[in-house]
């Protein structure tokens, strides 16, 4: 973990005013460790600039407040959404994303790139592209 840590990858604005302890059990942390060792960080050497992390970890409570889905990626800490802080930079980091072909399970363009979705397992990534 070079460029992230489990600090901004738990952290949630919604939690906090919500009063959801949002502190993920030991498998999430390691898959969380998974997604940036094998997509967040060789993503961030390649943009060669900040990403910043929207959300990360989800606890099921915390993902029911937030409107996730109940099998979101994000409760057992395979997923993040990520943004470079615009539609046209995000457009040019998801394109990066496919030209890396970074071990990515779901890669989904959010609201017309207001974030990108991107989620890794471990041994089955299918690599599936989406927008919503």
Known sequence: MKYFT????TRSVTARRLGIDNTPPASAVKALHELVDCVLDPLREAWGGPIRVNSGYRCPELNQAV???PTSQHQSGEAADITVGSRSGNRRLLSLIKQLNLPVDQCIDEKGCRWIHVSHRRGRNRRLYMKF
Request: no cysteine; net charge negative; glycine share 28%.
């Open 6 to 9: 489990i600090q901004e990858l």
């Open 67 to 69: 409107g996730g889905t």
